[in-house]
T-cell receptor
C-alpha cells in the first residue's frame, strides 16, 4: 500500500513569504504529526492532528500552523518565513491509537529560505 | 520534562563488528521508548519499541535494545554490522500513551567501514 506522501519534496522561498506543505497519510490512518528537523536543533515536534482536531502542539511560534481535512490529509503553513525556518519537515501518520499504533514517516519536504 | 540524550554524535565501526548505540532518558513514570533509523534523504523507520514487559526487545534488521530502569538507559545493539546499516539513529520517548508525539534525541550517525 502507498506510504505517507509529502509534497512538494523541495521548496525554495524568500524571507517574508509564506509556505504551505502537504501530507497525505496512509489510507485508513487518522492521525498526522509534523516535525521539523535541523542540524542544530534535531527533530522537534510541531503538532499532531487526529480526526481534524489538534491533539498536541509543540513549542513553536504562532507563524507555524496546521490543519487536517476530513480525508485525514494535513497541511502545515509557515507565515513570514525566516532564514531559520530552513529545515526538513517530516510528517508521520498512524491509526491514531497513541503509542500502541506505529507511526510511519514520509520522506519530508526540504524547505530552503533565502 | 521528558528528555532523551544520545551521548555519541558519530560512531565508526568496521563491517562485521558489533555495535552499541547509547540512549539515556529522563522520565518519571514507565517510559515508552523507541529507536528509529534514518537513511540519507529518507524519512524515519521504526526499528523497535519498548512499553513494558521483557526488558530485551527485538526489532527489525537484526537490532535489539535493552531497557535498564536503574540506569535510565535504552541502548541499541547489533551483533554484526553490515555496510547497509550506515545511517542516523534516533532514540525517542513518548510523553504519554494517548499521543503520537515523540521527543527525539539528537541522533547518532553511524559510519561503517569495509
Amino acid at each position: 500500500k502507498a506510504g505517507v506522501t509529502q509534497t512538494p519534496r523541495y521548496l525554495i522561498k524568500t524571507r517574508g513569504q509564506q509556505v504551505t506543505l502537504s501530507c497525505s497519510p496512509i489510507s485508513g490512518h487518522r492521525s498526522v504529526s509534523w516535525y521539523q528537523q535541523t542540524p542544530g536543533q534535531g527533530l522537534q515536534f510541531l503538532f499532531e492532528y487526529f480526526s481534524e482536531t489538534q491533539r498536541n502542539k509543540g513549542n513553536f511560534p504562532g507563524r507555524f500552523s496546521g490543519r487536517q481535512f476530513s480525508n485525514s490529509r494535513s497541511e502545515m503553513n509557515v507565515s513570514t518565513l525566516e532564514l531559520g525556518d530552513s529545515a526538513l519537515y517530516l510528517c508521520a501518520s498512524s491509526r491514531g491509537g497513541g503509542v500502541n499504533t506505529e507511526a510511519f514517516f514520509g520522506q519530508g519536504t526540504r524547505l530552503t529560505v533565502v | 520534562a521528558q528528555s532523551v540524550t544520545q551521548p555519541d554524535i558519530h560512531i565508526t565501526v568496521s563491517e562485521g563488528a558489533s555495535l552499541e548505540l547509547r540512549c539515556n532518558y529522563s522520565y518519571g513514570a514507565t517510559p515508552y521508548l523507541f529507536w528509529y533509523v534514518q537513511s540519507p534523504g529518507q524519512g524515519l523507520q521504526l526499528l523497535l519499541k519498548y512499553f513494558s514487559g521483557d526488558t530485551l526487545v527485538q526489532g527489525i534488521k537484526g537490532f535489539e535494545a535493552e531497557f535498564k530502569r536503574s540506569q535510565s538507559s535504552f541502548n541499541l545493539r547489533k551483533p554484526s554490522v553490515h555496510w547497509s546499516d550506515a545511517a542516523e539513529y534516533f532514540c525517542a520517548v513518548a510523553p504519554s500513551y494517548n499521543t503520537d508525539k515523540l521527543i527525539f534525541g539528537t541522533g547518532t550517525r553511524l559510519q561503517v567501514f569495509p
